[in-house]
Each structure stands twice: as structure tokens, then as C-alpha cells.
């Protein structure tokens, strides 16, 4: 069966901001409220990181207030890394100080692309769902950025499950806030085809990975290889990246 590769990347960039040890959170939480920092400086590097790849899952992406000088770092992205395509689903505003989005970027058309809210203890969660070929083999993307909290995190990943459970070729990505192994993750591989990671890859904190709890996650049907841990800039997260080898019949469109 032909296949088509793609890349993928999965990043969450903090904004735009500086985070380079644990005493940054409190030395330097300004950055996050305040237009300040050279976060044009770190959105270019993202930039051009992203700009390698195909398909992008962006977390805690600014869509547009005060800390980021009121640019959607989004739609600033897309323009800077060559995407044609972007959306992004904003999901937990301070005010008009402070905004947070998940973001897609792609230089494939998608078919559709649909936000839905996560349920949680606290609202402002959510998953970027997108969609690239038509009828029951069309890839599905999604992107999201999960609770801290366990029970929290249960009930975004059973929401999530029932969205991509009949879908053969899916892909879910960002920050979970877990590891792959933990109990709340079982209700995924249970209810839809995604697949365990075969390799834990450390993405925090992002001076000193030990952690895996950024994901890319596939079902069965599509091979990756390459997964690799890349800087976004100076997020306390790395960014992960794979290639992915597509059945050619997951992105075929109506008139193809």
C-alpha cells in the first residue's frame, strides 16, 4: 500500500517565554504577564523549527494579549515557518493580561478542523481536533494540553477517547502531564487504537529532561520512527518530533 511521510512536530512553547531553571518560575513570572523578554526572538527560533516539519501541535501558544504585545503567536508561526494552514482554539484568559491556545500548524489542506472544551475540576482546557482525509480511514490529528490533576486528566483522556475511537488513523499530541504508563492512560489504548509509546523520550524540564510527559501518540497502522527531543527556544519543555509514514487512502480527498 502506498505511503505518504510526514513530520510532526509537538510543542509546548510557554508563550514565548524564558524558563532555564526551577528558580525562573519565580524569578522571573513577569515574563509571563508582561510584554517583555525577547519573545520575538524565541517565536523566531520556534519558527524555524516548525518550518521542517508538515503538521505542528502547538501548547500554550498566546492568541493575543498583553504579554504577547496583542500578536497571535499562532498565526506569527505560521507566517515565519511557511505553514499555509493554521488554527488555533484559545482556551484560559487572565483578563486581557494573559491568554492561552492550543494551536495546529499544517502545509496539508485539512477537510475540518473542530474545538471542543475538556471537561476538569477548573475550565480552560481543551483539544484541537483536525481532520485530513474523508470517510472512516481519514487521518485525524488532535492536539491538547491536559490537567495537572489525575482525576482531571481521567476524565479529559475519556473525553478524548470517545472522539477518536473510530478512527484507524489517528494521532494525539502535546502535554499530558503524565507519563505514558500512568492508570488514567490505560482508557486510551482500551478504547481506541492508539499505541503505548516503545520508548520513553524525557521532554522535562527542558535544562534537564527527566520526565516524559509530552507525547505523540499513533495508532497501529501508521509506522513512525525518528522520535527525537528538540529546544523550543527556552520553554521549560522540548519540543518532540517524528516521522510518520501515512497510508495514502488516510489523506485522500473527494476529488482526488
Not at 519558527?47 to 501541535?57: K, M, N, P, R
Amino acid at each position: 500500500m502506498p505511503h505518504q511521510s510526514l513530520k510532526l512536530l509537538s510543542a509546548n512553547i510557554q508563550a514565548g517565554s524564558s524558563t532555564r531553571r526551577y528558580s525562573d518560575y519565580a524569578m522571573r513570572s513577569w515574563s509571563h504577564v508582561l510584554p517583555a523578554g525577547n519573545k520575538r526572538g524565541a517565536l523566531d527560533a520556534i519558527a524555524e523549527l516548525a518550518g521542517s516539519h508538515d503538521i505542528v501541535g502547538l501548547q500554550e501558544s498566546d492568541p493575543g494579549s498583553w504579554r504577547s504585545g496583542f500578536t497571535n503567536q499562532t498565526h506569527y508561526l505560521a507566517e515565519r515557518g511557511g505553514f499555509d494552514y493554521w488554527s488555533h482554539q484559545p482556551n484560559r484568559r487572565v483578563g486581557n493580561v494573559a491568554s492561552s491556545a492550543n494551536g495546529l500548524l499544517s502545509k496539508l489542506e485539512p477537510l475540518e478542523v473542530v474545538d471542543h472544551s475538556l471537561p476538569g475540576r477548573i475550565s480552560g482546557r481543551g483539544v484541537l481536533l483536525a481532520r485530513f482525509g474523508e470517510g472512516d480511514e481519514g487521518l485525524a490529528i488532535a492536539v491538547a494540553h491536559l490537567s495537572l490533576g489525575a482525576q482531571s486528566r481521567l476524565a479529559q483522556l475519556s473525553f478524548i477517547a470517545e472522539l477518536l475511537s473510530d478512527y484507524p488513523h489517528a494521532v494525539l499530541m502535546g502535554d499530558f502531564n503524565c507519563t505514558s504508563d500512568r492508570p488514567e492512560m490505560d482508557v486510551l489504548y482500551k478504547h481506541t487504537r492508539l499505541q503505548p509509546p516503545t520508548c520513553a523520550v524525557h521532554t522535562f524540564p527542558s535544562w534537564k529532561p527527566q520526565r516524559a510527559i509530552d507525547h505523540i501518540l499513533v495508532t497501529g497502522d501508521l509506522g513512525c520512527r525518528a522520535m527525537r527531543a528538540l529546544p523550543a527556544a527556552a520553554s521549560d519543555h522540548l519540543a518532540l518530533s517524528l516521522e510518520l509514514d501515512v497510508p495514502e487512502q488516510a489523506l485522500r480527498r473527494g476529488n482526488a
